[in-house]
C-alpha cells in the first residue's frame, strides 16, 4: 500500500513536472530548464533509433531495454539507423512534428550543429543523476556540450589501429611490429615482393575516399583539418605540414593498396576477408566482422591482430582519431521524461561495464575493464589516450554530407590532381562552410 | 433484395457521376503532387535563414525575395557545367537505347514465333528488374578487382584490364551509369517499337520491294514515315527519363556522387537535401521541371495531331 502511494505521488510529480517542461520546450524552442527522468509509462511506448553497430552488443541494449520496460511499463521500439545520409534524415524529422524519436544516437564530430540548431533537450540538471558522469571520455563530452549546457550523453567511443594478418606478416618475415612509419614502409615492401604473383593484393588496404585515416597523417605531421581564431575557422590542409602528412597517406593508398582509390571505408572488412589484403587500418571490432562466418572468413579468427599506427618520429605513435557516439533527447520528443530515463539506464555502470567487452565505455573509469579484455583492447585503450577531434563548429557536419574531404582524398588518390591543388581547393571550400553564418 | 440492373442508372442524375467519379482522384493528385508544387514555388522564392534552427524550430522568418535564388543559381558557374553535363548525358542515352530498341524492335519483327516469345519474356524481365538492383548489380560487374566485366576483357589479347578502376575518371563512370540506363530504358523501346513495326501494311513493303526498293530504302522511305508519330512520342519520353536519371548514378557512387557525376538530378539533391539548403534545392527543381515541360510540350502537341488525324 505504501509503495502504490509512494508510486501515485512520484506519478503526479513526474507529469507535473513533464507538463512543465513541454510547454516551456514548446514555447522556447528548447531551453526547458525542468526536465526530470520518468518512470511512468504503463501504456507508452518509446522509440529509440540507435545505429547498426549497436547489433553488435545486442546484449547491452537487451538488458537496458528490459530494465527499462521492468521499471517504467513501458515499451521501447528500437529502430536500427544505418550512418549513410543519417543527417539528412534527421533534418527532415526534426523539421517535422511528429514520428521525432524520443533518443536518438548522433556521431560526435555530428552533435555541434544540432545542439547549435536547439535540436536536443537540455540534461544539465539530469547530469549528475547519471553514473560516471564525472569521468565521461572527454573527446565525447566535449561535443556533448554547447554553450554551458549539457544537450547529450556520451556513449561510446573507438580509436582506429592497424589491424594486420599474423600469417602473412610472418611469411614475409616481418617478426615485431614496426615502430616508425619508415620501418611500416620497408615491411610493406617485403609483403609486397612476397606476393608480387598476386596483382589484386594489398600489403595495406586504404580507400581512397577514407579521410579518419588520411586526417590521422595530417595530425602526425603537426598540422589539423582547421583552426580557429576570433571565430573564424582557417583549413589548415594546404599548409606544408599537412600536405607532408598527405604525401605519407598518398605512398600509402597509391604503392601498397590495390582497388580501392574510389571507395570508402565501409566494406574495408569484407575486402580483407577476401585474402588480397595483408593489413587495414580500422577499429577493434573490425577483426569481429573480419572473422565473421556471415559477413567474412572465420578462418582468419585467430591470425589477426593490432599494432597502433606509428608515427613518422620513430618511437611514438600517430595520434588517433576519437570516433564515437553521443545519445539525445530531441526537442520535440514526446516522452522526454522516459527518453531520459532510458538513457541514464543504458548508461549506467552495468550497461557500461558491459559495452566495454566491445567498445571504448563512456567513462575513463571503465578504462580498465575496456583493456583487461584482450590484447587488441589494450592497444587501443593505449592509442586513446593521445587523440585528435574534428572542428567544433556547428557547421563542421556541413563539410562531412558535402563530402569535401572524401572527394580531395579521392581526387590525390587517384592522381587527378595534386596534393597542392587538391587541398588548396579543399581549403576554400572548408572556410565558406565552417564561416558560413545563417 | 432485387439486385439494380447495371445500367439503370440512367438519365440526369447519371449526368454528373463521372465528374464524381474522378473527384477523389483529382483530389488525392491535388494533394499529393499540388500542394508539394505549391511549397517547392514558395521556397524557392524565399530566403532561408540560419539553416538548421529555422528548420527545426520554424522561428527564423522566411521573408520573400523575389528571384534572388533564381540569380543566384543561374549565376552559378556549376550550375552550367551541370547542366551541359547532363545534356551531353542526356543525348547519348538517348541516342543509343533509341538505336538499340530499334535493332530489337526489327529482330523481333523477323524471328520465329518462339524466338520472338522468348524475347519478349526476357525484355520483359529485364524491365521488372527495379533500377535499384540493377545499378547494384552492374557496380560488382565493374568491380575493379573482382567484376567479371574486367576478367572478360582481359582475357582479349592485348588488352590489360586486371584492376581497371571504372569510377577513376567520371567520363568511363558515367559511360558505366549509361550502360545500366540504356539497359533498363530498352525494353519498353523494343516492345513498343516492334507493336509499331507491325503497323506497316505488308502490301506497302511487298510493293516497294517489286519496285526495286533496298532493304534499307525501303526502310527509310515505308517504314520509318510510319513509325514517325511513335518514334517522337519514345524520343520525347526518354529525354524526360534521361534528363532525370537519379538512382543508378545515385546508387552507383555509394549515396555520394562526386561532383563529376553529378547531372542535374544528383545537383539538385546534394545542393538541396544533402547540405539542408532547400531553397536552392527548391530553385533548380523548379528550373528542371520548366525544362521538362518545355520538352513535355513537344510529346503533348504529337499527341494532339495524331489525335486530329485519326
Not at chain 1, 265 to 275: L, S
Not at chain 1, 290 to 297: I, M, Q, R
Not at chain 2, 174 to 196: K, N, R
Amino acid at each position: 500500500m505504501k509503495r502504490r502511494a509512494l508510486a501515485a505521488i512520484l506519478a503526479v510529480a513526474t507529469v507535473a513536472a513533464l507538463a512543465t517542461a513541454c510547454s516551456s520546450s514548446k514555447s522556447s524552442g528548447g531551453d526547458d530548464k525542468g526536465l526530470a527522468l520518468s518512470t511512468e509509462g504503463k501504456g507508452k511506448t518509446i522509440t529509440v533509433w540507435l545505429q547498426g553497430d549497436a547489433k553488435g552488443w545486442q546484449d547491452v541494449v537487451d538488458q537496458a531495454n528490459q530494465r527499462f520496460e521492468q521499471e517504467t511499463g513501458a515499451k521501447v521500439d528500437l529502430q536500427w539507423q544505418n550512418w549513410q545520409n543519417y543527417t539528412t534524415k534527421l533534418d527532415s524529422t526534426f523539421a517535422g512534428s511528429t514520428g521525432i524519436p524520443d533518443v536518438v544516437e548522433l556521431g560526435n564530430t555530428q552533435m555541434a550543429s544540432y545542439m547549435a540548431a536547439g535540436a536536443f533537450a537540455d540534461l544539465s540538471s539530469l547530469k549528475s543523476k547519471f553514473d560516471n558522469s564525472d569521468t565521461w571520455m572527454k573527446g565525447l563530452l566535449d561535443t556533448t556540450v554547447y554553450s554551458g549546457k549539457q544537450y547529450g550523453i556520451p556513449y561510446y567511443g573507438g580509436v582506429r589501429t592497424v589491424i594486420y594478418r599474423k600469417d602473412m606478416w610472418q611469411a614475409a618475415g616481418i617478426t615485431a611490429p614496426p615502430t616508425s612509419l619508415d620501418e611500416l614502409f620497408s615491411d610493406l615492401d617485403k609483403l609486397k615482393a612476397a606476393h608480387s604473383s598476386d596483382p589484386n593484393f594489398s600489403a595495406f588496404y586504404m580507400p581512397g575516399q577514407y579521410w579518419y585515416a588520411a586526417m590521422t597523417f595530417v595530425h602526425d605531421a603537426g598540422s589539423t583539418i582547421a583552426t580557429e581564431k576570433d571565430g573564424k575557422w582557417t583549413a589548415q590542409l594546404n599548409s606544408a605540414e599537412a600536405q607532408k602528412g598527405l604525401e605519407n597517406w598518398k605512398k600509402l593508398a597509391t604503392e601498397y593498396s590495390s582497388g580501392g582509390a574510389t571507395k570508402n571505408e565501409a566494406d574495408q572488412d569484407g575486402v580483407m576477408a577476401k585474402g588480397h589484403v595483408a593489413t587495414i587500418f580500422g577499429s577493434g571490432w573490425e577483426m569481429g566482422v573480419v572473422a565473421d562466418p556471415k559477413t567474412g572468413d572465420p578462418k582468419l579468427k585467430d591470425q589477426l591482430a593490432t599494432f597502433a599506427m606509428p608515427s613518422e618520429t620513430a618511437g611514438k605513435f600517430m595520434p588517433s582519431f576519437f570516433g564515437g557516439s553521443d545519445l539525445a533527447v530531441p526537442a520535440k520528443a514526446s516522452n522526454q521524461g522516459l527518453g531520459a530515463e532510458w538513457l541514464r539506464i543504458f548508461t549506467d555502470q552495468q550497461s557500461m561495464t558491459a559495452l566495454a567487452k566491445y567498445a571504448i565505455p563512456n567513462s575513463s573509469a571503465l578504462l580498465d575493464a575496456y583493456q583487461g579484455q584482450s590484447d587488441a583492447n589494450k592497444i587501443s585503450g593505449q592509442a586513446a589516450q593521445q587523440t585528435w577531434v574534428t572542428p567544433t563548429s556547428p557547421n563542421w557536419a556541413n563539410v562531412e554530407s558535402g563530402n569535401i574531404l572524401q572527394n580531395m582524398l579521392q581526387d590525390i588518390a587517384t592522381g587527378k590532381s595534386s596534393i597542392a591543388d587538391a587541398t588548396k581547393a579543399a581549403d576554400e571550400k572548408i572556410d565558406s562552410t565552417l564561416n558560413a553564418t545563417g | 433484395m432485387t439486385a439494380a440492373r447495371p445500367g439503370r442508372v440512367g438519365g440526369v442524375r447519371a449526368a454528373g457521376l463521372p465528374y464524381l467519379l474522378i473527384l477523389p482522384a483529382v483530389l488525392i493528385v491535388a494533394a499529393v503532387a499540388g500542394w508539394p508544387l505549391v511549397k517547392i514555388v514558395i521556397l524557392s522564392l524565399s530566403k532561408q535563414e540560419s539553416s538548421k534552427f529555422a528548420l527545426f524550430h520554424h522561428r527564423g522568418s522566411t521573408p520573400f525575395v523575389g528571384l534572388d535564388n533564381y540569380t543566384a543559381v543561374l549565376t552559378d558557374s556549376n550550375f552550367w557545367t551541370v547542366v551541359i553535363r547532363t545534356v551531353v548525358f542526356t543525348a547519348v542515352n538517348v541516342v543509343i537505347s533509341l538505336l538499340l530498341g530499334m535493332a530489337f524492335a526489327i529482330l523481333m519483327n523477323r524471328v520465329s514465333n518462339w524466338a520472338r516469345l522468348l524475347l519478349t519474356a526476357v525484355l520483359l524481365f529485364v524491365w521488372a528488374v527495379p533500377s535499384t538492383v540493377s545499378s547494384q548489380v552492374f557496380y560488382w560487374m565493374f568491380n575493379n578487382q573482382f567484376g567479371v566485366v574486367n576478367y572478360l576483357l582481359d582475357k582479349l589479347p592485348g588488352v590489360h584490364m586486371q584492376g581497371h578502376d571504372w569510377f577513376a575518371d567520371p567520363v568511363q563512370g558515367l559511360a558505366v551509369v549509361s550502360v545500366v540506363v540504356i539497359w533498363g530504358a530498352l525494353p519498353l523501346l523494343a516492345i513498343s517499337l516492334h507493336a509499331g513495326l507491325t503497323q506497316v501494311p505488308p502490301d506497302v513493303l511487298e510493293a516497294a520491294r517489286v519496285d526495286g526498293a533496298s532493304s534499307w530504302q525501303s526502310f527509310r522511305n515505308v517504314t520509318l514515315p510510319y513509325l514517325r508519330p511513335l518514334l517522337i512520342i519514345m524520343t520525347t519520353l526518354s529525354i524526360i527519363w534521361d534528363f532525370g536519371v537519379f538512382n543508378q548514378i545515385f546508387f552507383m557512387r555509394n549515396g555520394h556522387p562526386e561532383p563529376g557525376y553529378q547531372t542535374i538530378g544528383v545537383y539538385m539533391y546534394a545542393e538541396g537535401v544533402g547540405s539542408s539548403r532547400y531553397n536552392v534545392g527548391s530553385t533548380i527543381a523548379i528550373l528542371m521541371m520548366v525544362a521538362v515541360f518545355a520538352m513535355m510540350a513537344v510529346y503533348v502537341r504529337q499527341l494532339i495531331r495524331m489525335g486530329d488525324t485519326e
